[in-house]
């Protein structure tokens, strides 16, 4: 079955390999220049041609894949309208890259043919029917070895439209990572949704985080009822803050000239371009999530950063046989943080849905931290959210993730793309994991007129083995991982893995719960 299925997909991406890959070029006299895209050869580089960032010039080779699940049947005409509508009308959505006469990459105005974005694959029938869920699955990684045509927007849909054992029809949803980061792709995203209960309103989003009013380093300062103590505190807060930022930027420089993670299963050996990266993903508890945050008193970050620890630990020693149970094994990941003012998703997605669309943020505004993930069998499952919470804390105050988004815009700067990028490409692939948690509407969303069940994003690019990947969705916490083929031919088990352990820290949480009730009886 899987032989047949590869074989239907194979020849897709062969045909779509076929297509012309531009250069990025530059016309005489300052002139853009692009060929077969609607921009014509006296387009000039001007004022609104906007300059493409040095964060989205780093990510050349980085894309975004959102998998999601149709309640029903795809109505093609409606769905068409509703992409014409909204993301079209949408600057980077309608832009390519093109050189101006300094030789600078700018964001330049070209014509969106629908036909050409909205992607209907033939797939194997046969192999369809025995199992659409791999079907779906076997296409979706066959998206990491196509090529974009960079004389076109650089977004596809691919429309599946078959029942699987998780929706009535998938569209998988790739995204060129230079046309924004997570955050500001999933705000577009629900700019372009109404809620199903009510199609006439935008859907609701999760609240503005109460514990935290300004930048991510920033402390607020207490009332001066507080009383002495509350404000040394508060001023020694700065002090471990310069001091865990130098610690920081000193492992920063160590990690791109000399210090890697040791090897294991999770570390890629060498990373090929071409390399088929297999998405896949599975439903958590959000319930049970938010469960252990409460009576553990910390954050769903904290809980999520645990159960991946105690998810890997399980694989890993699974795995390798290993029955060292003293063992610990410390790898580290690269974690995306939001650089943007603390906004509420909602106030985003009103802004656009009202014309305002030029007051958000777009493109890639990340930094991200070095967290050291530990590897290990514990008795108690609380142990891994209790190391993950007190690593996490301990990040939380540093500047790290505002030097790193600086240092990689210095970087390109004084050193050029090709440097920059084999510095940040250095500096990835001397980690194991990439890691990231994302929120999202909590209640259920119709895009053009399709009902959502679930939503999946996740992606390839990074020189890494493993790409850990959290989306909320209503009740649903989405586990997506991005993984090489060569490295983890069970994927599944790792997700196993994932549920298994939130099962466990949900369950020793609940103790724990149960223990503090008695002692205040």
């Keep these: 079955m899987q032989n047949t299925t590869s074989a239907g997909m194979d020849s897709a991406a062969a045909t779509l390999r ?11 006299n300052g002139t853009a220049a692009a060929n077969g895209n609607g921009v014509g050869p006296g387009h000039a580089a001007d004022e609104q041609d906007e300059l493409v960032s040095p964060s989205a010039r780093l990510v050349e080779d980085f894309y975004i894949v959102v998998v999601i699940g149709i309640a029903t049947p795809v ?27 300094s030789g600078n990459p700018r964001w330049v105005p070209t014509t969106v043919d629908l036909d050409y974005h909205i992607i209907y694959p033939k797939l194997d029938e046969a192999a369809v029917a025995r199992d659409p869920d791999r079907a779906v699955e076997d296409y979706v990684a066959t998206l990491s070895t196509r090529p974009m045509d960079e004389s076109r927007p650089l977004w596809e849909f691919h429309v599946l439209d078959f029942p699987t054992s998780e929706a009535a029809a998938t569209t998988a949803i790739r995204v060129h990572h230079s046309l924004g980061d997570g955050m500001s792709l999933l705000t577009l995203l629900m700019a372009c949704t109404r809620s199903a209960a009510d199609p006439a309103r935008l ?7 109460t514990t935290r009013t300004g930048a991510i380093w920033e402390t607020p300062r207490p009332p001066a009822s507080a009383g002495c103590l509350a404000l040394a505190a508060w001023a020694w807060s ?9 610690v920081d930027v000193a492992s920063f420089f160590a990690t791109i000239m000399f210090l890697r993670d040791p090897h294991t299963l999770f570390k890629r050996a060498n990373h090929e371009p071409g390399q088929r990266k297999r998405l896949v993903h599975r439903a958590l508890s959000l319930d049970d999530v938010k469960f252990v945050k409460n009576a553990m008193s910390c954050t769903v970050n904290d809980v999520l950063v645990g159960v991946t620890y105690a998810a890997l630990s399980r694989y890993y020693f699974r795995k390798t046989g290993d029955a060292d149970t003293s063992k610990e094994i410390r790898v580290r990941s690269i974690l995306l943080v939001n650089l943007r003012p603390t906004t509420s998703l909602q106030a985003c997605v009103n802004m656009i849905e009202s014309g305002k669309e030029s007051d958000v943020k777009w493109g890639n505004e990340l930094g991200f931290i070095i967290l050291p993930f530990h590897i290990g069998l514990h008795d108690d499952p609380l142990q891994y959210l209790r190391k993950a919470k007190k690593i996490v804390d301990r990040k939380k105050s540093s500047l790290e993730v505002v030097f790193t988004h600086l240092a990689s815009e210095v970087i390109l700067k004084i050193f050029g793309l ?7 490409h250095r500096m990835i692939s001397h980690t194991t994991i990439s890691f990231s948690n994302m929120i ?26 493993l790409t850990v990947n959290f989306q909320s969705y209503v009740n649903t916490m989405m586990v997506n991982l991005a993984v090489d083929e060569a490295q ?7 997700l196993d893995d994932f549920v298994e352990s939130l099962r466990l820290i949900r369950g020793a949480a609940s103790s724990v719960g149960k223990n503090h009730r008695k002692g205040r009886i």
């Excluded at 859907?203 to 985080?209: E, G, R, Y």
């Design 418 to 424: 090709k440097a920059a990028g084999a510095i940040f």
């Design 18 to 28: 076929k297509r012309p890959l531009s250069v990025h070029t530059a016309g005489t």
């Design 203 to 209: 859907p609701a989003m999760p609240p503005l985080p």
């Design 75 to 101: 109505n093609l005409p409606a769905a068409r309208a509703g992409i014409e509508a909204q993301l079209a009308r949408y600057p980077r959505f309608r832009s390519i890259q093109a050189k101006d006469g």
């Design 238 to 246: 700065f002090v471990l803050l310069a001091w865990h930022t130098v």
């Design 440 to 465: 999202g509407p909590v209640e259920q969303v119709e895009f053009c007129g399709h009902p959502v069940v679930f939503i999946a994003p996740s992606g390839y690019g990074p020189p890494e083995a």
């Design 488 to 494: 983890f031919p069970d994927p599944h088990e790792l």
